[in-house]
């Protein structure tokens, strides 16, 4: 049988050269054609779908468990205006309020906190609270009759901290997507944050604690 007979010759020609039609491989077609629908169901997946699934957002959900194993540099922190103002500029532990936000809150209030069933967090209106420290209770206890959730129990003391920080750290953002209107009263901007004062209490704490371990130290002059 000729090779004419077995691949036909096709009616291209190139420089008097007529070429035979040696398609491809059945195999190799249907590979190209599986990645294609592989690549589409993935992008739905991990880029298109729900909140949570690409690997960045898997990757940080990792970086907040470790975060919790570094908790005992800080130890419990306080759920106060003082705490939540302080962490608010300290850039590190920001961003593992941010992972908690991600995680747990874009939902409701949308990826750059613009809102969505729950209300804006980039403008200047609040519904539940009154200054930066209500915003660690509606987190902790929830609010509007479990329309917000009470995510107290669910997080651990300091996440609700750190994550209080970011919140108030939206206020003023301009997000991606157009923000909600806006939500109930408007209140008084959050209190200036005092660097130098935050680092003296921080020094004033580290003395008392030294004066005690040595104070604990020394031979007790009745023995």
Same mark, same amino acid.
Request: include cysteine.
């Given at each position: 049988m000729s090779n004419e $007979?077995?691949?036909?010759?096709?009616?291209?020609?190139? @420089?008097?050269? #007529? %070429?035979?039609d040696n398609p491809l491989p059945g195999w190799w077609k249907w590979t190209f054609v599986g990645s294609i629908v592989f690549s589409v169901l993935y992008a739905l997946y991990f880029h298109i779908g729900a909140p949570g699934r690409s690997l960045l957002e898997q990757y940080d959900r990792e970086l907040a468990i470790n975060t919790r194993l570094q908790f005992k540099e800080i130890g419990d922190l306080v759920p106060n205006e003082a705490t939540?103002? *302080?962490?608010?500029?300290? !850039? @590190?532990?920001?961003?593992?309020? #941010?992972?908690?936000?991600?995680?747990?809150?874009?939902?409701?209030?949308?990826? !750059?906190? %613009?809102?969505?069933?729950? &209300?804006?967090?980039? !403008? !200047?209106?609040? =519904?539940?609270?009154?200054?930066? *420290? /209500?915003? $660690? =209770?509606?987190?902790?206890?929830?609010?509007?009759?479990?329309?917000?959730?009470?995510? /107290?129990?669910?997080?651990?003391?300091? *996440? +609700?901290?750190? +994550?209080?920080?970011?919140? $108030?750290?939206?206020?003023?953002?301009? &997000? $991606? *997507?157009p923000g909600k209107a806006a939500e109930g009263n408007l209140i008084d901007p959050w209190p200036e944050f005092k660097a130098a004062a935050s680092e003296d209490a921080a020094k004033n704490t580290a003395t008392d604690v030294s004066s005690a371990e040595v104070t604990s130290a020394a031979p007790n002059s009745s023995e």
């Open positions: $007979a077995i691949n036909p010759l096709t009616n291209h020609a190139y @420089d008097g050269i #007529q %070429e035979y939540i103002l *302080e962490y608010m500029h300290k !850039d @590190d532990w920001l961003k593992v309020g #941010q992972v908690v936000f991600k995680t747990n809150c874009v939902s409701c209030h949308g990826r !750059d906190g %613009e809102g969505k069933v729950g &209300p804006n967090l980039t !403008d !200047d209106y609040y =519904k539940n609270l009154r200054n930066l *420290e /209500g915003i $660690a =209770k509606v987190i902790s206890v929830g609010a509007a009759n479990g329309a917000m959730p009470a995510w /107290g129990h669910r997080l651990h003391v300091n *996440e +609700v901290v750190l +994550v209080s920080a970011y919140v $108030a750290s939206l206020r003023g953002n301009s &997000p $991606a *997507e």
